[in-house]
């Protein structure tokens, strides 16, 4: 099994919801994160005054997968969540030893 961390652009939450639900993924979880690379921040301007803002704002999605649909999902999001500017995100796959469903006991696979 696998856990897929995917940061991606707030804009491009809903295009990558839709592209990951036509692949039948049907859950993740979400995240509402804040970062700092590349882009560098952004300076906000309110009544006439510039604010600088150090970090991001982001969403991570996280999502735990059989090994053999990572692939799939990491395409998927790659092409949905991209705009080609500095800033689209990042994308890194875990290995997973086990997962438990809490209501049942069920581990493995079967869990997710």
Same mark, same amino acid.
Request: net charge positive.
């Given at each position: 099994?696998?856990?897929?961390?995917?940061?991606?652009?707030?804009?491009?939450?809903?295009?990558?919801?839709?592209?990951?639900?036509?692949?039948?993924?049907?859950?993740?979880?979400?995240?509402?994160?804040?970062?700092?690379?590349?882009?560098?921040?952004? &300076?906000?301007?309110?009544? !006439?005054?510039?604010?600088?803002?150090?970090?991001?704002?982001?969403?991570?999605? *996280? #999502?735990? @997968? /059989?090994?053999?649909?990572?692939?799939?999902?990491?395409? &998927?999001?790659?092409?949905? !969540?991209?705009?080609?500017?500095?800033?689209?995100?990042?994308?890194?796959?875990? *290995? #997973?030893? @086990? /997962?438990?469903?809490?209501?049942?006991?069920?581990?493995?696979?079967?869990?997710?």
């Amino acid at each position: 099994m696998k856990k897929i961390e995917a940061i991606i652009r707030t804009q491009k939450f809903d295009s990558v919801r839709d592209a990951l639900a036509l692949i039948g993924v049907k859950f993740f979880t979400l995240k509402e994160v804040k970062g700092y690379g590349l882009q560098k921040g952004k &300076t906000l301007k309110y009544r !006439g005054s510039s604010y600088g803002s150090d970090y991001i704002a982001r969403l991570q999605l *996280d #999502i735990i @997968t /059989t090994e053999e649909k990572v692939n799939q999902i990491v395409d &998927t999001i790659t092409s949905s !969540g991209r705009t080609g500017d500095v800033g689209d995100g990042k994308i890194i796959v875990f *290995d #997973i030893e @086990t /997962t438990v469903r809490i209501r049942n006991g069920e581990k493995g696979p079967n869990a997710i």
